[in-house]
C-alpha cells in the first residue's frame, strides 16, 4: 500500500529565503507525482507535474525534483514571497493515472 | 488545464438531512473524481465518476452514503446522505482531461453539519 510522507510538518521562514519541502513515497512504482497548494479553506492549485520518465521540473520560482529508485521527491523554493504562505501537498498516482495518493502537506508561512 | 466550478461553495446543515454538492468543468471530460478532506487532514479520494458508467468507490466509501451521478462530461454530483458530524469536510471534484497526465481541483464545498 503506498503512503506518502511530507517533512516538515509546518515550516516558518523569513522573506526572501529559498527553501526546501520534501516528499517521500514507499513504493517506487508511481505513475507520476504532482506538487499542489492550498490556501485556507480553498481548493487546490497544481503546481508542478514530473512523470516517473523525468527527473525534474521548473516553474518560475518553483523547481520540484524526483528520485524513484529513493522514493523521494523535493520542491525547492527561491527568493520566497510572504505570498507563498500555504500549505504545499504532494501526491502520487500509481500504475493507472488516476488515483491520487496524498501526503499530509507542509504548512509554509513566509515572514515579511 | 481546466476550470471547475463547485456549488455551494460552504453550507451548515442538520444531522440526518442530505446534501448534493455539484460540479462543473468548462470542457468535456472522461475522469472526474471526487474527494474527501476532513478538519486537518490531507485529500482522500472517494470515488472515480466515468460518463456512462457506474462510479468507482475506494475502499470505506459506499454509495448508499455517497451517491453520485455523471449525466454528462461537463458535470457531476455527489451526495452527502444521512449526514453526522463525522462527515463534515471539504468536498473536492478534481478532473483529468485526456493527455493531461494531471489533475485539477475545483474550489472545494466546505461541510459542516450540526
Known amino acids: 500500500k503506498q503512503e506518502v510522507t511530507q517533512i516538515p510538518a509546518a515550516l516558518s521562514v523569513p522573506e526572501g529565503e529559498n527553501l526546501v519541502l520534501n516528499c517521500s513515497f514507499t513504493?517506487?512504482?508511481?505513475?507520476?507525482l504532482q506538487w499542489f497548494r492550498q490556501d485556507p479553506g480553498k481548493g487546490l492549485t497544481s503546481l508542478l507535474l514530473i512523470q516517473s520518465s523525468q527527473r525534474e521540473q521548473t516553474s518560475g520560482r518553483l523547481n520540484a525534483s524526483l528520485d524513484k529508485s529513493s522514493g523521494r521527491s523535493t520542491l525547492y523554493i527561491a527568493a520566497s514571497q510572504p505570498g507563498d504562505s500555504a500549505t504545499y501537498l504532494c501526491a502520487v498516482s500509481g500504475d493507472s493515472s488516476y488515483k491520487l495518493i496524498f501526503g499530509s502537506g507542509t504548512r509554509l508561512l513566509v515572514r515579511p | 488545464s481546466a476550470v471547475i466550478s463547485q456549488k455551494p461553495s460552504r453550507d451548515i446543515c442538520q444531522r440526518g438531512t442530505s446534501l448534493t454538492i455539484q460540479c462543473q468543468v468548462d470542457?468535456?471530460?472522461?475522469?472526474m473524481f471526487w474527494y474527501r478532506q476532513q478538519p486537518g487532514q490531507s485529500l482522500t479520494l472517494i470515488a472515480t465518476?466515468?460518463?456512462?458508467?457506474?462510479?468507482?468507490?475506494e475502499s470505506g466509501f459506499v454509495i448508499d452514503k455517497f451517491p453520485i451521478s455523471r449525466p454528462n462530461l461537463t458535470f457531476s454530483t455527489l451526495t452527502v446522505s444521512n449526514m453526522s458530524p463525522e462527515d463534515s469536510s471539504i468536498y473536492l471534484c478534481?478532473?483529468?482531461?485526456?493527455?493531461?497526465?494531471?489533475?485539477?481541483f475545483g474550489p472545494g464545498t466546505r461541510l459542516t453539519v450540526t
Open positions: 478534481s478532473v483529468e482531461p485526456a493527455g493531461a497526465y494531471e489533475q485539477y
Open positions: 470542457s468535456q471530460v472522461t475522469m
Open positions: 465518476a466515468n460518463q456512462g458508467s457506474e462510479a468507482t468507490y
Open positions: 513504493d517506487s512504482a508511481i505513475y507520476n
